[in-house]
């Protein structure tokens, strides 16, 4: 079945240093790969998301990388904010389901 | 910005009871689903459900769950037996394609 890891499972990073969380995925059919924040007792809330098609997509301070030959994605955060502090979920799949990675706390220190 | 809402937002159930779950997801989406958190773990898949019919399942799914779109703004979930190892959030979601957008969740504790 799909399998998605990811890593760091927890990364401190100084204010206004970049962070980077890091994902591999098994199932080469897959084509859409989400990124999600949960804070404490939230929702996952979709931050940033990614296609096949392309290799890279950006939103301001967030950009994800997706390697398709590879089989891996990643999340990078520049210009890191004590609000960017939660729980970050790689995830892969698409209209019947997602599967999702482990996650990876993400603590920024003032 | 529209937003996929759920009742409770806390369940305490005896184990062995029966609970039912519900979302509203967004209005002019066409898929929904459920996932479950335990504390401190991964977001997991249940199931999918579209054109009034389940359309993916995962091995937690077994045949204590069913769910149900009972008219047209409602989706639910029900765990017929509760077990201890039930207890988890619950997370519904929706979407139009594949961007899916998370309800914020039902705690459930079964005792």
């Known amino acids: 079945g799909e399998n998605v890891e990811q890593h760091p499972s927890t990364l401190s990073v100084q204010e206004g240093d970049s962070a980077v969380i890091k994902c591999t995925y098994s199932d080469s059919a897959s084509n859409y790969f989400p990124w999600y924040k949960q804070e404490l007792g939230k929702r996952p809330q979709l931050i940033i998301d990614i296609r096949s098609n392309v290799g890279e997509k950006k939103d301001q301070r967030i950009a994800v990388t997706l390697n398709k030959t590879a089989k891996h994605f990643s999340l990078h955060i520049t210009e890191t904010q004590p609000e960017d502090s939660a729980v970050y979920f790689c995830a892969e799949g698409g209209n019947e389901k997602l599967t999702f990675g482990t996650g990876t706390r993400l603590t920024i220190i003032p | 910005e529209p937003e996929v809402t759920q009742t409770p937002s806390h369940q305490v159930t005896q184990m062995g009871q029966e609970v039912i779950l519900r979302c509203v997801p967004i209005?002019?989406?066409?898929?929904f689903y459920w996932y479950r958190q335990i504390l401190g773990q991964k977001v997991e898949f249940l199931v999918s459900?579209?054109?009034?019919?389940?359309?993916?399942k995962s091995e937690i799914f077994d045949d204590q769950f069913s769910v149900e779109r009972p008219d047209g703004s409602n989706f639910t979930l029900k765990i017929r037996s509760t077990k201890l190892e039930d207890s988890a959030m619950y997370f519904c979601a929706s979407s139009r394609a594949d961007t899916q957008y998370f309800g914020p969740g039902t705690r459930l504790t079964v005792l």
């Open positions: 209005s002019n989406h066409l898929y």
């Open positions: 459900f579209y054109n009034n019919e389940i359309s993916e």
